[in-house]
């Protein structure tokens, strides 16, 4: 049930992009504890002047693979979020060359009201999941 989407400069191939959304549930399913069939991943492409992610003052060099990913879920545990920055980075760079200064994440918490998965019901509240 996280919803992940991915903003990023166009360029990539179809194939590029499932290699990196691949990658991105493997840290999901490992931090999250989720289920398998639980992906749900949108990609947005960019041309590179509608894209601007700078560093806040770090010192984080950016190059043209900036990916920003928003992470929509239920509460999650500090370790737990700890955990999905370092695998998503990790799985990334191993499948996909991206370095971990590309990966800007952004996790946004909700609750079980706040999901209806389809049917016009909330199935979290209705028992169903």
Not at 24 to 51: G, T
Not at 65 to 86: E, L, S
Not at 103 to 111: A, P, Q, T
Request: hydrophobic residues 40%; negative net charge.
């Amino acid at each position: 049930m996280p919803l992940l989407r991915f903003d990023l400069i166009e360029g990539r191939t179809d194939a590029e992009l499932q290699t990196l959304l691949d990658a991105a549930h493997r840290a999901m399913l490992a931090a999250f504890k989720v289920p398998e069939r639980d992906r749900y991943q949108i990609v947005n492409e960019h041309k590179p002047s509608r894209m601007i992610v700078e560093d806040t003052g770090l010192d984080i060099p950016r190059t043209k693979d900036v990916i920003v990913v928003t992470v929509v879920t239920r509460p999650r545990g500090k370790k737990a979020k700890q955990k999905f920055y370092k695998l998503l980075v990790d799985e990334l760079q191993k499948s996909c060359g991206i370095a971990p200064a590309d990966v800007m994440v952004s996790l946004v918490e909700n609750s079980d009201e706040d999901w209806s998965f389809g049917l016009g019901r909330a199935q979290f509240l209705e028992g169903d999941l």
